[in-house]
């Protein structure tokens, strides 16, 4: 059975740090593009950012650009989310979701792209 189970959440400061990770059971992670999304109550599942397959090209929401980072690790069947200078609005909970793909191709940042979802995870930035 296909699975995705994130880690790594939790409360921290303002300017903190924290890695989110991704594990997947069930499928062989490097044939497929991941990607991170977050979503507040009342509000539209953000891409945050995206890894594609292969070459691993990465992705990234404007807002996140130079303080979050996405990597991949074959080998451990596992994706990672390296955030830093962690903003209160960063607060969400954080999904990483798996489509599978062809090599060569861009990843895409876009919900509907996606159709393996993890349970998702909170992530809370507060004083």
């Known amino acids: 059975q296909l699975q995705l189970v994130e880690s790594g959440g939790g409360l921290v400061q303002p300017g903190g740090s924290l890695r989110l990770s991704c594990a997947a059971s069930g499928f062989t992670l490097n044939y497929y593009d991941i990607a991170w999304f977050r979503q507040v109550p009342g509000k539209e599942r953000e891409g945050v950012s995206c890894i594609s397959r292969g070459i691993g090209s990465t992705g990234y929401a404007d807002s996140v650009k130079g303080r979050f980072t996405i990597s991949r690790d074959d080998a451990q069947n596992t994706v990672y989310l390296q955030m830093v200078s962690l903003k209160p609005e960063d607060t969400a909970v954080y999904y990483c979701?798996?489509?599978?793909?062809?090599?060569?191709?861009?990843?895409?940042?876009?919900?509907?792209?996606?159709?393996?979802w993890g349970q998702g995870i909170q992530v809370a930035i507060s004083s």
């Open positions: 979701a798996a489509e599978p793909s062809t090599p060569f191709r861009p990843c895409r940042r876009s919900r509907v792209a996606y159709r393996y």
